[in-house]
């Protein structure tokens, strides 16, 4: 997750069988953060991106706006 100029890296990551897969558990992942009740705002400006095993950003996913799926960004090759 990254904003602005700070980052919060997953260091073991998730294996899956395609991108569709990819973005449900990137969604997955934003819902169980909302479920520990940060404050309002907490997570303004942040943006989960999913990247390959090269680093390469196959999309993000802003987390101020993620209950709208129009949210996400695409970065397919």
Known sequence: MIRESDAIRDTEGVVVADL???RDQGLQAIDELRREDPPAGAWE???LVATDAT???LFSIRLDAC???SAMSSFEH
């Open 55 to 57: 680093d390469a950003v």
């Open 45 to 47: 400006g942040w943006e």
């Open 20 to 22: 569709r897969h990819a």
């Open 67 to 69: 209950e709208n799926p």
